[in-house]
């Protein structure tokens, strides 16, 4: 995800600030992140270097993943996003929750490490709420009417992300 750090005049060029993240899918939490402006090989190497070892990594059709070294096997997804659909998400949820992220013309970051601050704080928040949302989300066995199956349908929680900011 790409965004602007400082608002400038249609005049000037913008440059362009870069949120990299790496999620697990089970359970939905962002395992690391970075926001820079560069998106070079060595930044993204440093978020695979940050997190334990995964058994298979799913990316975008980005090259700048080919010169990372995965310790598992590497999923490049040039024309599905069957495999990045996650990231895509969570990707959104940060646009959601987080107004810098959401519209230019009304909020925007003077300072990378501003961002990176806000970033930090809900990561932190979101892989809270995910953890107790996985606890709390427990199967529940109904019958399908239209076949002899049973569904597992899940509970919502009662309290939402916000609760843990």
Same mark, same amino acid.
């Given at each position: 995800?790409?965004?602007?750090?400082?608002?400038?005049?249609?005049?000037?060029?913008?440059?362009?600030?870069?949120?990299?993240?790496?999620?697990?899918?089970?359970?939905?939490?962002?395992?690391?992140?970075?926001?820079?402006?560069?998106?070079?090989?060595?930044?993204?190497?440093?978020?695979?270097?940050?997190?334990?070892?995964?058994?298979?990594?799913?990316?975008?059709?980005? &090259?700048?993943?080919?010169? &990372?070294?995965?310790?598992?096997?590497?999923?490049?997804?040039?024309?599905?996003?069957?495999?990045?659909?996650?990231?895509?998400?969570?990707?959104?949820? #940060?646009?959601?929750?987080?107004?810098?992220?959401?519209?230019?013309?009304?909020?925007?970051?003077?300072?990378?490490?501003? #961002?990176?601050?806000?970033?930090?704080?809900?990561?932190?928040?979101?892989?809270?709420?995910?953890?107790?949302?996985?606890?709390?989300?427990?199967?529940?066995?109904?019958?399908?009417?239209?076949?002899?199956?049973?569904?597992?349908?899940?509970?919502?929680?009662?309290?939402?992300?916000?609760?843990?900011?």
């Amino acid at each position: 995800m790409y965004w602007f750090i400082k608002k400038k005049s249609k005049t000037k060029t913008r440059e362009n600030t870069y949120v990299m993240t790496m999620i697990s899918r089970a359970p939905r939490q962002i395992l690391s992140f970075d926001a820079t402006f560069e998106k070079s090989a060595f930044r993204l190497q440093g978020l695979v270097d940050r997190v334990d070892s995964a058994r298979k990594y799913c990316t975008d059709g980005y &090259v700048g993943y080919l010169d &990372v070294v995965f310790p598992g096997r590497h999923i490049r997804n040039v024309r599905s996003k069957r495999d990045t659909h996650n990231v895509e998400s969570v990707n959104a949820d #940060l646009r959601h929750y987080i107004s810098g992220l959401a519209r230019r013309s009304r909020c925007f970051y003077r300072r990378l490490d501003t #961002l990176q601050a806000v970033l930090s704080v809900f990561i932190d928040a979101y892989n809270k709420y995910g953890e107790a949302k996985q606890k709390y989300r427990i199967p529940t066995r109904h019958k399908n009417p239209s076949s002899s199956k049973h569904l597992h349908l899940f509970r919502d929680p009662p309290f939402s992300i916000l609760d843990f900011l």
